[in-house]
């Protein structure tokens, strides 16, 4: 085991390693029971009734956990939630609380030993604290010292561009928009958050070849489609109830491909608890066909599919390809034919690992199909080539006119509930100009034009020394970002960190040489404010925006609101500097979406329409048949790229998630899907590859990446898992892996890390 005392991957918690057979099926009985099992142990009954009762119904609680969209109000279930919404809901809704006492027990150098588990099991806190410099120890500090404390280092600065704003996506819309609106007032663009490593590169692409970062699909089109593919995902973990619209897809016909290194149970089959026949029968059968590809190599399968079509084209001409479309609205037609036509199959079956015959009749399904829908996330994202990988499967689309009709598109399924919204409302460290044009209308000042940091550019600034005050809006930044050594050593430089949390996590732990822990309300509970109770709104992956209101009490009466806390700081920042009136902010969120309405498209009539049951979904040009590109046509790419070269005695690592965690949050040891219980330091290999380095099940390594600079990291004190991984790869879970994670290991032009594409090689201790 490591033995480094500032090291919480060095706590012995979880280490119990059993291993059972991987599951082939998701959902059904045990999943419900596991869910309520995880509330009632977090909470009381009543309050486990309330929240899962009101959980994405029309005027409840919006789920906290993933982005996947509700069903029209018509066509909810009153049960309308997965059995890990169930849990990310409850593990919000707590009855733990960290106090003041609690913080005087555990100086900041203990914390700073603690699992990521422990320290969200502590519960909720309750009340501000800071970390004094010199000091080891969090004390009790008034919301409005906090403040001026915040304020003042702001004020100090050199430069508003060394202060970095991080939010993440459970941030409302509201909030998000206040810290975007007050970091840019303050005079910076430095608004890195959890999305520039988590579809990034998706944005990149899709905005390129579209002109939209958006997903252009509906749950309308999954019920029209014919066939869907899910790439480089895991529904039955990171996005259940996605089961449930592939299940009623199936159910009337249509298929379904999955493209996945790893045989994923949610993949195979689906017993929806909400169906008798999910109860009771063998469930539906989700994909026809499961590719099970060597990671990184989703941009050769693309491409050597739309080879295929092309040759198919050739054979019946004006049968397969969607000519009038290309004609009418595409550019790049024939640079991408010519490259695409020069691939050699047998090298894509060689980088897929897939046999001809498999690529071939991935080709059959296709021309198939009239209606196909393209659905990823992790797996095409975190890669250094994820750009023009999901560029290639934009070409596929067009070729045969797979977007802007009804059963057709791309669809990136998006992480945190909020993430979209949170982008909508202007965070991002390069808005484009029409967007801060807007903000300029509406109030009155120049919003910096130059773009700010992300997140990876964040961790370099703070480690030069350019950024000095960081602020985290929700989430867990030192945990979710790469290479957690010069992370850590980075924040540590800092003059100032402020977190802005429910729960307690890492990122209280690793501190500039003042630090603050301000509290906040979450989603579940009431925000009252003096124009009455506030609702938040949302949008979820599918561009849908609407209302979520807290049905509980605060978990502490010292809680403040997000919003309330950002347009405080906002207002003792720059109060005197821009005409903003703050306080109405605080005093009624429908002053926000008032605003929101003149800056952001399609947002006129906000709060109306935001109030009407379900809200409604933003528009999505390419849906209007309108591509704003450079050229206002979609564009085909040419696109080169491959996963990284691995050395011989290496493995390429994935780092994932269990099905029992929330990002950088696990809330047990135990991945129940893949049939790993008891430890999460564990490492997935092909029993093979496992055979040809000596090593068997529960035997102990150190995992050493090599980054692309030749430099090597280290993430001690892991147990092998035998697992059916294609040859030459490896899982681990996150963040325990993030140590290994190069800063500068990141995707072309998106700057995303690259922690699905980790070399590694695994080195046996005693
Ligand atoms: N329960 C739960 N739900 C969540 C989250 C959570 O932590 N817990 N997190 C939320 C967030 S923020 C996000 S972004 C999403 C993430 O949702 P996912 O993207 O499903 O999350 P990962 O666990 O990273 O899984 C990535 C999947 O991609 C596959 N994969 C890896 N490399 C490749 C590759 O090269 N090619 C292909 N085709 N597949 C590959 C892996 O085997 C795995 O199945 O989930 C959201 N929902
Ligand atoms: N190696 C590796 N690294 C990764 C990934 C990976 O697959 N592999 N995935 C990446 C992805 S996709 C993402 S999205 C990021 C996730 O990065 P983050 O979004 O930063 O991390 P989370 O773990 O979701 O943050 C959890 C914390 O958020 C706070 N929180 C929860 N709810 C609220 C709320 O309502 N308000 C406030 N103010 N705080 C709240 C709690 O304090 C909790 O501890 O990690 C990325 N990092
Ligand atoms: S699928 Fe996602 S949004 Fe829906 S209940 Fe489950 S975690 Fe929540
Ligand atoms: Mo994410």
């Not at 899709?206 to 593919?229: N, P, Q, R």
């Not at 499967?393 to 598109?409: C, D, E, P, Y």
């Not at 947002?603 to 809200?615: E, I, K, S, V």
């Not at 898992?721 to 032009?749: H, I, K, Q």
Request: glycine share 8%.
């Amino acid at each position: 085991m490591p033995t480094n005392a500032q090291d919480p991957d060095a706590s012995t918690d979880g280490d119990q390693l059993e291993v059972t057979e991987p599951k082939d099926w998701a959902a059904g009985v045990p999943a419900v029971a596991h869910a309520l099992g995880y509330s009632l142990s977090q909470t009381s009954p009543t309050k486990t009734a309330i929240t899962l009762l009101t959980m994405n119904q029309v005027d409840g609680i919006d789920c906290p956990g993933c982005a996947w969209p509700d069903p029209e109000p018509g066509k909810r279930h009153r049960n309308e939630y997965c059995e890990n919404g169930a849990k990310h809901i409850n593990d919000e809704a707590t009855s733990k609380r960290v106090t003041r006492e609690f913080f005087a027990e555990h100086p900041v150098s203990d914390l700073a030993t603690r699992s990521d588990k422990w320290l969200n099991q502590q519960g909720r806190l309750t009340e501000p604290m800071v970390k004094r410099p010199g000091s080891d120890h969090y004390e009790p500090i008034g919301w409005d010292d906090a403040v001026a404390l915040v304020a003042g280092e702001l004020r100090g600065l050199d430069s508003p561009d060394e202060a970095a704003f991080y939010t993440s996506g459970r941030v409302s819309n509201e909030a998000a928009f206040t810290l975007g609106l007050f970091a840019r007032a303050f005079g910076t663009n430095n608004l890195p958050d959890c999305s520039n490593m988590c579809h990034e590169s998706s944005g990149f692409a899709l905005h390129e070849t579209l002109g939209t970062g958006k997903g252009t699909v509906s749950l309308l089109d999954i019920e029209h489609a014919d066939l869907i593919f899910v790439v480089g995902q895991n529904p039955g973990t990171n996005h259940p109830r996605q089961l449930s619209a592939l299940e009623a897809a199936k159910r009337r016909g249509a298929r379904i491909i999955a493209v996945n290194p790893l045989p994923e149970a949610g993949l195979k089959r689906f017993k929806n608890p909400q169906k008798p026949r999910g109860v009771v029968g063998a469930g539906t059968e989700i994909a026809d066909h499961l590719l099970q590809v060597r990671p990184g190599s989703d941009l050769a399968l693309f491409q050597g599919v739309n080879k295929l079509l092309l040759e198919a084209e050739d054979h019946a001409p004006g049968t397969v390809l969607d000519q009038e479309f290309i004609d009418a609205a595409t550019d790049g037609f024939d640079a991408f034919a010519a490259h695409v036509r020069a691939v050699d199959l047998d090298d894509v079956a060689a980088q897929t690992g897939l046999t001809r015959a498999e690529l071939d009749t991935v080709a059959e399904e296709v021309l198939r199909a009239d209606r196909i829908i393209v659905c990823w996330a992790m797996g095409l994202t975190q890669h250094r080539h994820a750009v023009p990988t999901i560029r290639e499967v934009v070409n596929f689309l067009l070729l045969r006119g797979n977007v802007g009709r009804l059963g057709t598109g791309a669809c990136p399924v998006r992480g945190h509930s909020n993430v979209q919204g949170d982008r909508t409302m202007g965070i991002w460290e390069q808005m484009p100009d029409t967007f801060l044009d807007a903000l300029q209308a509406e109030f009155g000042f120049d919003p910096p034009r130059h773009h700010g940091l992300d997140a990876v550019g964040t961790i370099r600034a703070m480690r030069d020394g350019t950024v000095k005050v960081f602020v985290g809006v929700a989430g867990n930044f030192v945990r979710a970002a790469p290479d957690s050594e010069a992370t850590e050593a980075a924040v540590r430089r800092c003059r100032l960190t402020v977190q802005v949390s429910t729960k307690l996590n890492r990122s209280h732990t690793v501190c500039g040489e003042t630090a603050l822990v301000l509290p906040v309300l979450s989603r579940t509970e009431r925000d009252r404010q003096d124009s009455g109770e506030q609702g938040v709104t949302v949008e979820d992956s599918m561009s849908e925006v609407h209302l979520s209101r807290g049905r509980l009490e605060p978990a502490s009466p010292l809680l403040l609101s997000e919003v309330a806390v950002l347009s405080r700081i906002a207002r003792a920042t720059v109060g005197e500097r821009v005409d903003v009136d703050w306080a109405s902010f605080e005093a009624d969120y429908g002053t926000i979406r008032d605003h929101v309405s003149r800056v952001v498209p399609g947002f006129h009539d906000y709060n109306r329409r935001a109030a009407q049951p379900g809200g409604f979904r933003l528009p999505n040009p390419v849906n209007e048949g309108v591509f704003p590109t450079e050229t206002g046509n979609a564009r085909f790419t040419v696109n080169e790229g491959a996963a990284p070269r691995v050395p011989a005695g290496h493995l390429l690592l994935q780092t994932l998630r269990s099905h029992d965690q929330w990002n950088t949050v696990p809330y047990t040891d135990d991945d129940r899907y893949r049939g790993i219980h008891g430890d999460r330091r564990v490492v997935m290999a092909h029993a093979d590859d496992l055979a040809d380095l000596g090593l068997a099940q529960g035997d102990r390594v150190d995992l050493v990446s090599v980054a692309d600079d030749g430099s090597e990291r280290r993430a001690a004190g892991f147990r092998v898992v035998p697992y059916p991984t294609p040859r030459g790869s490896a899982a681990a879970y996150y963040p325990e892996t993030n140590v290994l994670v190069a800063l500068d290991d990141v995707a072309t032009t998106s700057g995303q890390p690259a922690s699905k594409a980790v070399v590694v090689r695994l080195e046996p201790v005693a």
